[in-house]
């Protein structure tokens, strides 16, 4: 049985530049992230942090690849006691140029077999870069209820 | 072992109404679907066809029409090649969520290894960014960014 992995591809209106900031710059971040702040100094082996507005982290992990603005990759696993037999699985984002637009690969994989980590992701995921495609096209990150991910289900 | 399916999902600042007109009006799918035009009348059973004025296009029939929530459509491939696989099948939900859209996309009933798949998984993350696109901002995706992709694909 295949291991589960994560895909997905976008295309958005930018520049490499331009999302590559949105994806490392945490007051960016905490405005389409579901108010997460993204806290690293982006060198290879460096700690990675999600940080949720009261200060608390969320999520944490390593930079383990920042080539910017091509490729990001680190690992991160949340830290709540739900996830705590899990392990930090890698997030790979490559960034391709395509005329006036950027393709965006992302690749999540590393998973457990079973990982609760896993269908967590894969509910958020789509959300979070549907509102970073939504604020670099309009301006606007999307308002989505929280609730609406469904993670408990 | 459990048949290839492709599932995505994005979230659209839009109503479920427009969304529904976006997918299954043709002057609409024209604007994002890189020039493929759909007509139906969009009742079950009734077949439905996209047309292009130089590339093939898929077809099927209309398996469930309930509009603004769900609608699903048998999808024949359109080249001679795609024709020799099996009739695969897409589901679009739609979950209004506030002043947002959640749509999924379904395909499945794939071939195993096919070209269909392939092909599919290259073309719906296309055609959903640029469908979101026109409808948050008025503007689609530009046209040749599928024949760009295509052309990359057959390079590679």
Redesign the interface.
Known sequence: MPKPEFI??????TTPEKLWHALTDGNFTERYWFGARLRSDWTVGSSFEMVRSDGTVSDAGKVVECDPPRRLAYTFVNQSDKYRNEFPALATFVLEP????VKLTLTHQGFAEGSKFFQGISKGW??IL??L??IL??G?P????YA?LKLDS | MSKPEFVYTTYIETSADKLWQALTDGDFTERYWFGHRVASDWKVGSPYRFTHPERPSPEGKVLISDPPKKLAYTWNGCSDDLKQERTSRVTFDLEPRGNIVKLTVTHDNLDEGGKTFLGISEGWPMVIASLKSILETGRPLPADLATNAAREQADA
């Not at chain 1, 997905?8 to 209106?13: A, G, L, R």
């Not at chain 1, 395509?98 to 637009?101: A, M």
């Open positions: 997905y591809v976008t295309y958005i209106e395509y005329g006036k637009l789509p959300a549907s509102s495609k939504s096209e309009t606007q999307l308002d989505i209820p609406a």
